[in-house]
């Protein structure tokens, strides 16, 4: 009965390659998050979708596209794949736009 | 541009010892204040925000606007403790959370 789930847990690629990230939430919420934690452990927002409507896009690269079948889902697709992509990756999701955001346990992404 | 700052990367204390991790934003208008916390091998967790004004597990965290900061502290810490924290801040009505860089706490035993 996890929340907020991702897969894969782990994922190890070569540079160059398309790959995604899936996120999927039980809890009926309607906005959903992608954050970014790189090396150093720095969290940053990537996207936030409300309602399968892209509401933030935080200067992320056009090789990042999210994907929102439906509201419990929130996809990251990343085509060509650079060495400074290899981050965790984490998904969220909150009831509404301003309520308490739960996260996933991670994605660590390595781009070799 | 609203920012959050956390000066230590990583605190360490032995078990029993006070706690003050330190945030310090910078945003004009009125933030809502958050610490999330991550332990070693879970995933990013809230531990408080400003407008419930609770302890939580003995940690507590007040909003000074006029230093414009929210340091969290514990008087005790335990070796459960550990964990990394951070703070966040998220304008009022919005949903984006700016995080900041982060503090590694270490509770020696």
């Known amino acids: ?112 | 541009a609203q920012r959050v700052t956390q000066p230590e990367k990583l605190l360490s204390v032995f078990k029993g010892a006070p706690v003050e991790l330190k945030c310090n934003y910078s945003y004009s208008g009125s933030p809502e204040l958050f610490w999330y916390v991550q332990y070693s091998r879970q995933r990013l967790q809230l531990l408080l925000r400003h407008i419930s004004r609770e302890s939580i597990k003995g940690f507590t965290a007040d909003l000074n606007k006029g230093e414009t900061s929210f340091h969290l502290k514990k008087p005790f810490a335990q070796e459960e403790d550990s964990a990394m924290y951070y703070c966040a801040l998220r304008r009022w009505n919005t949903d984006k959370l700016i995080f900041g860089t982060g503090t590694r706490l270490q509770v020696f035993p």
Request: proline letters at 4%.
């Open chain 1, 1 to 112: 009965d996890t929340a907020v789930s991702q897969t894969p847990k782990y994922l190890v690629t070569q540079m160059g390659n398309d790959k995604s990230i899936k996120c999927e939430q039980n809890l009926g919420h309607d906005t959903m998050y992608w954050y970014k934690q790189d090396s150093k452990k720095f969290l940053k927002i990537m996207f936030s979708y409300n309602n399968k409507e892209l509401i933030i896009n935080e200067t992320v690269p056009n090789r990042f596209s999210p994907k929102s079948p439906d509201k419990a889902h929130l996809n990251l697709h990343i085509n060509s794949l650079e060495l400074g992509d290899s981050a965790v990756y984490f998904c969220a999701s909150s009831h509404s736009f301003a309520d308490e955001q739960f996260f996933g346990p991670g994605t660590r992404l390595t781009v070799l």
